[in-house]
């Protein structure tokens, strides 16, 4: 990626247990729904900061923030737990996700530290809104409007948020595919 440009974001990588309950939750609640095209399993995670286009040089310096911010938080695996279902936005949704609790505030906590530094690299332009921890699951296709329909809530699942990834995201007509360019590992507190 040295000279070449590429789409950036900073996620956290869901365990296997969380994706598959994802899985299991959404074909339970939306059958065969028209007009939404399913995020496969092993791309569902939670986006922290999406940096958008970046050029080559920039990989290093944005991985070094990332370090920063993730070292000023603690580095610690925050607690989460799957919440309820929400269209987003609500008025005209473009995507299906589903909550993500993060009892603690370790999650907040670690993407505000990583937002900063990240910002202070003038990478990344938070939005004006609360950060709003979710994973999308399903996107609204092109031309199709939804209503957006009370979805019954996934089955509780606790985890931890183990680990958090910088991505790059190629995009290709059936979505997007991502590659994983560093990965930093969390640390659960003990027991």
């Known amino acids: 990626m040295s000279g070449e440009r590429a789409r950036l974001f900073v996620a956290l990588e869901l365990p296997a247990a969380a994706r598959e309950a994802l899985v299991g939750w959404r074909r339970q609640a939306l059958g065969d729904a028209p007009g939404l095209r399913l995020v496969a399993a092993g791309s569902l995670h939670l986006t922290l900061c999406f940096l958008g286009w970046q050029e080559g040089p920039a990989l290093e310096p944005i991985a070094a923030a990332c370090e920063r911010g993730l070292a000023a ?19 005209r949704p473009a995507v299906l996700a589903v909550g ?3 009892p603690t505030g370790g999650l ?69 595919r991502y590659e994983a360019l560093r990965t930093w590992a969390l640390e659960r507190e003990a027991a």
């Open 100 to 102: 993500i609790e993060d």
């Open 108 to 176: 907040a906590q670690a993407w505000q530290s990583l937002a900063a530094e990240l910002a202070g690299g003038g990478w990344f332009a938070p939005e004006g809104r609360p950060f709003l921890p979710h994973v999308t699951v399903a996107r609204v296709g092109r031309g199709t409007r939804v209503r957006a329909s009370e979805l019954p809530a996934p089955a509780r699942l606790e985890f931890p948020g183990e680990e958090v990834v910088l991505y790059r995201s190629m995009l290709i007509p059936t979505g997007a």
């Open 73 to 91: 938080a603690g580095r610690h695996a925050p607690p989460l737990a799957t919440g309820t279902p929400v269209w987003l936005p609500k008025r």
